[in-house]
């Protein structure tokens, strides 16, 4: 399972103490303990999301659906900034570490992650053929999709939970979408380099780089850079630079890779 929040990044740039102390209590009120109670554990936290590995697809699918309707339930007089996780559930074989997994299946869920509408679970056939009949929701079949990096087409299925009420899910997809007011001078946000390298060692120095960089470039009074803290919410996630942009309120976005 792969998890994070839609839009953190403009809920960070509106009011980044208030953003972190409601994500710290639903990850603790409602999403940890629907892991735990099926049997599920979170392998790492990824700033504004996380992933969790489980014993089977059905009991991944009863905690997401816990853990979002527990979610709903809190945050649903918070219409302007609502936290909302996507989330995208995949079996496959990973590669596993003391603290970390790896492998295709964990990249399919991550994909599968960023297609999920905010407060939506979104999971592969992989899954859906375990779940199928065994859990109280009902799937829409997405159909086949390209996803970045996987050289084969995966078929996605979208639960269809119940959420928020429609006028609100409308109002705060609306203010999501507004991008954010360029400054008055060149702006530009730096994104964690990909790590191409197969190296889990090669991170750390990928990440220094690009804290070298940003470090370098904030000390030019004439432009406006992005903290880290900021730009590290994408480090693992498929992203597409212009919405980046959008949500970070930048003229200029800085991919790069390490080899």
Do not use: W
Request: aromatic letters at 6%.
């Amino acid at each position: 399972m792969a998890a994070d929040v839609a839009g953190y990044s403009r809920l960070m740039h509106n009011d980044e103490e208030a953003t972190h102390a409601k994500l710290t209590t639903l990850l603790t009120e409602a999403v940890a303990p629907a892991i735990a109670e099926h049997g599920g554990r979170i392998v790492k936290n990824t700033g504004d999301g996380f992933l969790a590995e489980f014993p089977s697809a059905v009991e991944a699918v009863r905690a997401a659906m816990q853990f979002q309707t527990r979610i709903n339930d809190l945050t649903i007089g918070d219409v302007e900034e609502r936290i909302a996780f996507r989330v995208g559930i995949n079996i496959g074989d990973v590669i596993v570490e003391p603290h970390d997994i790896f492998g295709d299946g964990v990249n399919i869920a991550a994909r599968l992650e960023s297609i999920a509408e905010p407060g939506g679970i979104c999971i592969s056939s992989s899954a859906y053929d375990h779940v199928r009949g065994k859990v109280g929701v009902e799937f829409d079949d997405l159909g086949e999709r390209a996803l970045k990096n996987i050289d084969r087409p995966v078929r996605l299925y979208m639960a269809r939970i119940a959420t928020a009420p429609l006028a609100e899910r409308a109002n705060s997809s609306a203010e999501s979408q507004k991008p954010l007011p360029l400054p008055d001078k060149p702006s530009i946000a730096v994104l964690p380099f990909q790590n191409m390298s197969g190296d889990p060692e090669q991170e750390y120095f990928a990440d220094g780089m690009v804290e070298e960089i940003i470090t370098a470039l904030s000390r030019n009074k004439q432009l406006f850079v992005i903290a880290r803290n900021s730009s590290f919410t994408f480090k693992g996630k498929a992203v597409d630079t212009k919405q980046v942009a959008r949500d970070l309120g930048v003229r200029y976005v800085l991919e790069g890779s390490v080899a």
